[in-house]
């Protein structure tokens, strides 16, 4: 599986942006993908995931009710739609992939997933 993503990009603190992690490859049924993020000086931290059987969904705190993960199969697309932005959210974005089903417990585990795009930038100006 390669993935390829992209859509960051510079925006005022209040903006939005809409990444996308394009899927290629082996494809079909992919149970897991999830956003990650890493500022400078920081840990890559979870932002996103969801998962097939539920489906399942999590965010981590600082972005409930402002981001939203969502997949298009039929594009083998995931999206990260991230609306009022802040510059604490400024970071390079990383999505992930894992063709297992892990258990609910691992999802927000960077080390779950062998499959990671090259990541993208996000900057939030104040």
């Known amino acids: 599986v390669q993935l390829q993503a992209f859509g960051g990009g510079l925006v005022q603190a209040g903006g939005s942006l809409r990444l996308s992690c394009a899927a290629s490859g082996r494809t079909s049924d992919i149970p897991a993908m999830g956003w990650f993020r890493q500022a400078p000086g920081n840990e890559r931290e979870f932002v996103a995931v969801t998962r097939s059987g539920g489906p399942y969904t999590y965010y981590t705190d600082s972005v409930k009710g402002r981001f939203t993960i969502s997949r298009d199969n039929a594009k083998n697309t995931m999206y990260l739609q991230m609306n009022s932005l802040k510059p604490e959210d400024t970071a390079i974005y990383y999505c992930?992939?894992?063709?297992?089903?892990?258990?609910?417990?691992?999802?927000?585990?960077?080390?779950?997933?062998?499959?990671w795009g090259q990541g993208t930038q996000v900057t939030v100006s104040s």
């Open positions: 992930a992939a894992s063709l297992s089903r892990p258990i609910l417990s691992s999802l927000m585990s960077s080390g779950t997933y062998p499959y």
